[in-house]
């Protein structure tokens, strides 16, 4: 069929409380114009982010029942843990709360003044995190990957040169190599499998241990199905097995594609490297066989990562962004293209050309959006990345509003009512007005700053 419908049916539901754009203006304004800052119940469609955000299936739901809260030596780690050796083959699992836990760990333990720690794109808790630790996160993307209008298929990709170039001059600074699927900084854009193993292998040649953050991994394995030549006839499951071969260890959300409301892991082969993680994980999180996590959440995970890799479901999951992706150029309107995996990202800075910069165009798209349709995106631009660690302050390359689509949440006429919100911004784009900020902390500061109008 030309439709590609939903491949689950709803069984339960919540209110969405209808808001006026009068209400909106308020609300705004009392949140000091950041979206995080508002209350859920005053937002219609909730596309700030896809981490934790899902809906369980039935099937997670009984789960939840099986969960044991025995404190060491749980039923629920041995499922969670065959789970997650079913699809990554690592040596050593240990479960964390959430993604950023797992690398806060790690770079704890890899980390350090003068150091630095390429990837194709660190997001923001993972450059965070690095930061923290003194040492410099390097963002290594391909060129088309800054191109929000190229149609690369595999804009996400580390550049390779540039990866040899620096473990060529920098080798003693550089404790290991991420890369980050799919790349979500850079229009949630995957990553190809010949990339992977390029990095790999170059990572293998230097010396130095390779890590994955593997958040979207089902998503990243799906295009490499659909993009990359000789994929197609294999399984998602085969993907993600050989994706994760080529790797030393990985950092996980199990918020994202592990279809959870929270929990995470740390994947590792060095036992020494493990040994460390799970003593420092004991400070910090909890025994290493539940991690920071209910029994329940680790059942809850181990149901969802034998849901996640369901092909229905990802070509369905990936058809939602296409959709409003297809309308919006079809209306003129500036965004990523080809569509992600995970979010519709809008280009504030080919939307908004008046609006500089360091007056955060990506933030004025994002509240316009909110008052319009009581739509909640996220600024991924200079209020995300534009802080240094030095306190000083540059215009990030791109300006993007996301658009994150919880999985299993929301139906097409919400995929509609987010298009028609964008084409009524669209229309009126040029009477909008930056941003700026008010009030901030010292790091990752989009989460709790404030702002006013220019």
């Not at 050593?92 to 003044?113: D, K, M, S, V, Y």
């Not at 150091?115 to 390097?138: K, Y």
């Not at 092909?311 to 500036?334: K, S, T």
């Not at 909640?376 to 689509?405: H, N, T, W």
């Amino acid at each position: 069929m030309k439709t590609i419908i939903e491949p689950f049916r709803i069984k339960s539901v919540e209110p969405i409380r209808m808001t006026t754009r009068d209400e909106r203006q308020a609300i705004l304004a009392k949140a000091h114009y950041n979206l995080f800052s508002i209350p859920s119940r005053d937002v219609l469609i909730d596309l700030l982010t896809d981490s934790g955000t899902a809906a369980m299936s039935a099937e997670q739901w009984g789960a939840l029942m099986r969960g044991d809260e025995s404190y060491a030596g749980s039923p629920s780690f041995e499922r969670f843990e065959s789970a997650v050796r079913n699809l990554m083959p690592f040596r050593h699992i240990i479960p964390t709360h959430q993604g950023r836990a797992a690398e806060a760990i790690l770079f704890n333990l890899l980390g350090g003044p003068g150091l630095i720690i390429p990837s194709n794109t660190h997001f923001d808790t993972t450059r965070g995190n690095i930061e923290a630790t003194g040492a410099e996160a390097r963002d290594l993307l391909i060129a088309e990957g800054h191109d929000p209008q190229s149609l690369h298929p595999f804009k996400g990709n580390m550049d390779i040169a540039r990866l040899e170039a620096l473990l060529a001059k920098e080798q003693a600074s550089v404790p290991c190599v991420m890369l980050t699927i799919t790349n979500n900084a850079s229009g949630g854009q995957p990553v190809s499998l010949d990339n992977i193993k390029a990095t790999a292998a170059l990572a293998r040649r230097f010396g130095k241990p390779f890590f994955i953050d593997g958040c979207r991994f089902a998503e990243n394995a799906w295009f490499i199905k659909t993009r990359e030549a000789g994929q197609d006839q294999r399984s998602i499951v085969e993907i993600v097995r050989e994706v994760f071969a080529h790797a030393d260890g990985m950092t996980m959300s199990a918020k994202k594609d592990g279809f959870a409301n929270i929990g995470g892991w740390l994947a590792l082969n060095d036992e020494t490297l493990a040994s460390e993680a799970r003593s420092r994980l004991i400070l910090t999180e909890g025994f290493p066989t539940y991690g920071g996590l209910a029994g329940r959440d680790l059942d809850a995970i181990a149901q969802g990562l034998s849901e996640i890799v369901d092909e229905d479901y990802l070509r369905y999951r990936v058809r939602v962004n296409e959709y409003i992706v297809e309308r919006l150029v079809d209306a003129g309107v500036p965004v990523m293209r080809p569509a992600g995996g995970h979010a519709v990202f809008l280009d504030a800075k080919a939307m908004l050309p008046h609006i500089p910069s360091l007056e955060y165009p990506g933030q004025a798209l994002a509240c316009a959006l909110y008052e319009e349709g009581g739509i909640r995106g996220c600024e991924i631009g200079s209020v995300m990345f534009g802080l240094q660690p030095d306190g000083s302050e540059k215009a990030a390359d791109m300006e993007y509003v996301r658009l994150a689509m919880p999985r299993r949440v929301y139906t097409q006429s919400h995929a509609d009512h987010v298009i028609e919100t964008t084409l009524a911004v669209h229309e009126r784009r040029a009477g909008l007005r930056g941003m700026r900020v008010s009030k901030a902390p010292i790091r990752l500061r989009h989460f709790t700053c404030q702002f006013e109008p220019v």
